[in-house]
């Protein structure tokens, strides 16, 4: 069974910057696309990057782009979000997402992969 647990949420002033974890468990960590989901209060959950097993596909929403980069680390079961410049309006739960296909191609489908960590709250203070 996979899970998925994030850390690195915390709070910060706007301008500022956070790196979110999520380190994975219950499989071989390599062959499975993962991303960074977000959901803010009475919003709905929203995509925000993505990175391929291989990690040569990497995909952003534009939103973030130019300010956020996600990574992998795969001796370390882990995949990162590093968030640059960031804003009030990035305020939100942060999920992991993975994907359950071996050597899938990312990004996810607009509802995400199935599996899903318990998320980390990340806010930005104007």
């Known amino acids: 069974q996979v899970q998925l647990v994030e850390s690195g949420g915390g709070l910060v002033q706007a301008g500022g910057s956070l790196r979110l974890s999520c380190l994975a468990s219950g499989r071989t960590f390599s062959n499975y696309a993962m991303a960074w989901f977000r959901q803010a209060p009475g919003k709905e959950r929203e995509f925000v990057a993505a990175i391929s097993w291989s990690g040569r596909n990497i995909n952003y929403a534009d939103f973030v782009k130019g300010r956020f980069t996600i990574s992998r680390d795969n001796a370390k079961n882990t995949v990162n979000l590093q968030m640059n410049g960031l804003k009030p309006e990035d305020t939100a739960v942060y999920y992991c997402?993975?994907?359950?296909?071996?050597?899938?191609?990312?990004?996810?489908?607009?509802?995400?992969?199935?599996?899903w960590g318990q998320g980390t709250q990340v806010t930005v203070s104007s």
């Open positions: 997402n993975a994907d359950p296909i071996e050597y899938g191609m990312a990004p996810p489908p607009p509802a995400g992969y199935p599996y």
